[in-house]
């Protein structure tokens, strides 16, 4: 599944850099190409780790430990496959541009954001 995720965050940045093609349906097709393919993994991945179970005869209380287990390590390794490669590919782009700081906007985004979390919080 990380080969995957690598391959279409590739796909996305090159289709970024050269620019969308097509009419507006293959563009919601291309936009929305990542979420996608994010979506079948998680729903596929845990389909596939029932089978695997079933294939291995564990007592129940094992199988369902196992499964989780594995679910869960699926979901942070795609979670952290995805994250590295954003996180390279923004790199790169911000080493290749000129880095502006906006202090005085951050501060106000990030107080704001934190004004409506605290919010959210008291209403809940």
């Given at each position: 599944?990380?080969?995957?995720?690598?391959l279409?965050?590739?796909?996305?940045?090159?289709r970024n850099?050269?620019?969308?093609?097509?009419?507006?349906?293959?563009?919601?097709?291309e936009?929305?190409?990542?979420?996608?393919?994010?979506?079948?993994?998680?729903?596929?991945?845990?389909?596939?780790?029932?089978?695997?179970?079933?294939?291995?005869?564990?007592h129940?209380?094992?199988?369902?430990?196992?499964?989780?287990?594995?679910?869960?390590?699926?979901?942070?390794?795609?979670?952290?496959?995805?994250?590295?490669?954003?996180?390279?590919?923004?790199?790169?782009?911000?080493?290749?541009?000129?880095?502006?700081?906006q202090?005085?906007?951050?501060?106000?985004?990030?107080?704001?954001?934190?004004?409506?979390?605290?919010?959210?919080?008291?209403?809940?």
């Open positions: 599944s990380a080969a995957i995720i690598y279409f965050v590739q796909r996305a940045e090159e850099t050269n620019g969308f093609s097509g009419n507006a349906a293959q563009k919601f097709i936009e929305f190409e990542l979420p996608f393919v994010m979506a079948v993994l998680k729903l596929v991945g845990p389909l596939i780790f029932e089978q695997l179970v079933k294939m291995e005869k564990w129940p209380r094992t199988a369902l430990t196992l499964t989780l287990l594995r679910t869960m390590v699926l979901y942070l390794g795609n979670l952290g496959v995805l994250t590295v490669t954003l996180l390279v590919k923004e790199t790169k782009q911000s080493c290749i541009g000129f880095a502006e700081f202090v005085a906007v951050s501060v106000l985004d990030l107080v704001y954001g934190q004004g409506l979390v605290w919010i959210g919080m008291f209403f809940c």
